[in-house]
């Protein structure tokens, strides 16, 4: 899709309602849905964290979403795809200040020129203890990103119309860190299985975008 008229359109999400966790739950693999139902995040006393959803063009003015494949670490998110951006730091004034920070930290983009066109629905995340903070932030003129070398493994830029499209939704079976083998929701872009929490992110973010473009 040609980024102007992404532009044009996406700037109407701004009075949408978020559709929050009824789209999080087409993401969700049962055990999530059926922990979130017997617990309450709030008592676990949740770290905060802020990511940030980024749509650029590319050199054809293609419109693009910045995903980025994370090192293999000590951690329950190695090697997963993911958003830019990570936990509260306090330097920061707010969430959506960490999203920036993060985001310039780990794939160079000053957050002077971000603009931020959507505050999303938390996503708590269980195995980490983190509630995190999407925003969606449109960056119009790029530069070459810069990877964090020690945390960023790969940038995956996958195309808006890919994202949007219906047949890469999918269901595959896969190991977590708190089952074996489950049915699991997911987005396959650019040859990468994006689940979890990510992919909840991702499904409100669709919903909102078929509402305006």
Not at 6 to 22: D, H, M, R, T, V
Not at 145 to 151: D, N
Not at 153 to 158: A, G, K, M
Request: aromatic share 8%.
């Amino acid at each position: 899709m040609d980024f102007n008229e992404f532009c044009q359109s996406a700037l109407k999400l701004k009075n949408l309602p978020l559709p929050g966790e009824e789209s999080h739950h087409k993401m969700s693999p049962e055990l999530r849905i059926e922990w979130l139902k017997k617990n309450r995040f709030e008592d676990m006393n949740p770290k905060r964290a802020g990511v940030m959803a980024l749509f650029y063009p590319d050199v054809e003015q293609q419109t693009r979403l910045l995903l980025i494949l994370r090192k293999v670490y000590q951690g329950v998110h190695s090697n997963q795809i993911g958003f830019p951006g990570g936990k509260v730091e306090r330097i920061d004034k707010d969430l959506m200040d960490t999203a920036l920070r993060e985001t310039h930290e780990e794939v160079g983009v000053p957050a002077s020129e971000v603009e931020i066109i959507k505050e999303l629905s938390d996503v708590y995340i269980p195995p980490s203890n983190f509630l995190v903070r999407p925003f969606m932030g449109i960056y119009r003129n790029p530069r070459p990103f810069v990877k964090e070398e020690a945390e960023v493994e790969r940038l995956v830029e996958v195309y808006l119309t890919d994202f949007l499209d219906d047949s890469n939704h999918i269901q595959e079976i896969l190991s977590t860190s708190y089952a074996k083998n489950i049915n699991v929701p997911a987005f396959k872009l650019n040859g990468y299985t994006v689940w979890g929490a990510t992919a909840m992110m991702m499904s409100e973010i669709k919903e909102l975008l078929r509402q305006v473009l």
